[in-house]
């Protein structure tokens, strides 16, 4: 590797590092946000992110292409699917942090790899060597572990791994900069969430009644939701997808630990295990991605 190549390398990883580490400690930031109702939050959020993307992108990429996908009605379509999708995985994030469920969208942000991969081979026609047959079977195997001990489904981790694996499948083979495509999945909804935010205010429901300080810090939600994606693009172009891949562990890992000894949530011994199978998964899901990387002819 080239001094050069090096460079650019090294600062794709350090952008990819960032990423995650921001979207591991999220749960403290939107914790803060209490008691401001997880609905009332989900509204701002979606106003908010509209803004600072579509600022974003005309400052990135002008005016012009920022309206050109405006011309295709079927990639409009899907983008609006996508953000009404994405909308729902940031509710049930949102909601389930601020209702003490953190270890859940731990587990949930660990499966979505493996969801991810069933639903490309489910719906694309996608071949799935030995080793990520091997990992989808860990991974199910976590989660049967907790169906059988809590004897319920982990409702919040599914949620939040299939919507996700929806809007990726939604998303597949549309070539749009991320904060273009944040736009689009936002900006139809926006008026929505405009609407109901300045009725929730003008009764007394909302944000504003919690003090000048809380309403200020709800306002950043937007650059907070923002900035990772922009440091995730910036690491999609300048890292291997194998290496970006790996780096997303960081985030669930992070959020895991902040659950069990910052919000002190019960961590079950069932948990223990169910995530030491499900990273067992993750190991030979790594190997798979590095095989094909490698050009390997493993199947």
């Known amino acids: 590797m080239i001094p050069e190549e090096r460079k650019t390398y090294k600062q794709g990883l350090i952008s990819a590092v960032l990423c995650s580490v921001w979207w591991g400690i999220c749960p403290i930031y939107w914790a803060w946000l209490k008691p401001i109702e997880s609905s009332t939050i989900i509204f701002y959020r979606i106003i908010l992110v509209a803004l600072v993307s579509a600022a974003g ?36 994030y949102i909601w389930a942090i601020n209702s003490g469920h953190i270890i859940q969208t731990s587990i949930g942000y660990y499966i979505e790899p493996l969801v991810v991969c069933l639903f490309g081979m489910l719906l694309f026609g996608e071949k799935l060597n ?55 999945e936002t900006v139809f909804i926006a008026p929505i969430a405009l609407g109901v935010a300045i009725c929730l205010e003008a009764t007394g429901q909302g944000a504003l009644g919690f003090g000048t300080g809380r309403y200020i810090l709800l306002l950043l939600c937007g ?16 890292v291997s997808m194998f290496v970006l891949g790996l780096t997303e562990y960081i985030s669930p890992t992070i959020s895991l630990v902040i659950g069990i000894f910052y919000f002190n949530e019960e961590f079950y011994p069932v948990q223990i295990v169910a995530f030491a199978i499900i990273w067992v998964g993750l190991i030979f899901f790594s190997r798979g991605e590095l095989k094909e990387l490698k050009g390997g002819s493993d199947g």
């Open 130 to 184: 030995k080793y990520k047959v091997v990992a989808l079977a860990f991974g199910a195997a976590g989660v049967v572990a907790v169906i059988i001990y809590f004897g319920e489904f982990p409702g919040i981790a599914l949620a939040i791994a299939i919507s996700f694996s929806c809007y990726a499948a939604i998303k597949k083979g549309i070539k749009m900069p991320p904060l273009l495509s944040l736009t689009y």
């Open 57 to 92: 992108a005309l400052i990135a990429y002008g005016r012009d292409a920022v309206l050109a996908p405006l011309k295709d009605r079927k990639l409009t379509l899907r983008m609006i699917g996508a953000g009404i999708i994405i909308t729902f995985n940031w509710s049930v």
């Open 223 to 238: 650059f907070v939701t923002a900035l990772p994606l922009a440091l995730f693009a910036d690491a999609a172009n300048k």
